[in-house]
């Protein structure tokens, strides 16, 4: 099943794009949840012989077929099938920071945790004031 990004499927995503926060909802109950996935992981090999760095490249990640982290979310869709669930990008991110950033404001601002209607069980986040700096910058 697809994901969309305002009310369009979304095949790939933009080549600046670090990765993004999303929201799936259970479209039986109208239950949600709020999380983000990154579009490339950080590998890294061992040094090559007779060299101290290691050799460090990117895999694109698992984005399409990916249905987020939270165990009840994910027995729900075990449960009564993927079809009965809608993915949303919200916010594409131009890195790392940003996707933690805007993943956390946006489950502190819904309440995720205060909430029945979320699937959301914790807000793990570490952000630094220069990302809330560059922002609130371009806002």
């Known amino acids: 099943l697809m994901w969309y990004y305002k009310n369009k499927i979304v095949k790939e995503l933009p080549e600046w794009c670090a990765g993004f926060v999303y929201e799936i909802s259970n479209l039986h109950n109208g239950k949600k949840y709020i999380g983000k996935k990154l579009a490339r992981f950080r590998r890294s090999r061992k040094p090559l012989k007779g060299r101290v760095n290691k050799r460090r490249y990117t895999v694109p990640s698992d984005w399409q077929d990916y249905w987020g982290s939270s165990n009840a979310l994910l027995e ?63 806002t």
Request: hydrophobic fraction near 30%.
């Open 76 to 138: 729900d869709i075990a449960k009564i099938g993927k079809d009965k669930f809608r993915r949303e990008i919200l916010f594409y991110c131009q890195n790392r920071a940003e996707c933690n950033y805007i993943e956390a404001r946006e489950q502190f601002a819904r309440k995720v945790l205060e909430s029945d209607r979320y699937y959301n069980g914790h807000i793990r986040v570490r952000v630094h004031k220069q990302i809330i700096t560059k922002e609130k910058a371009s």
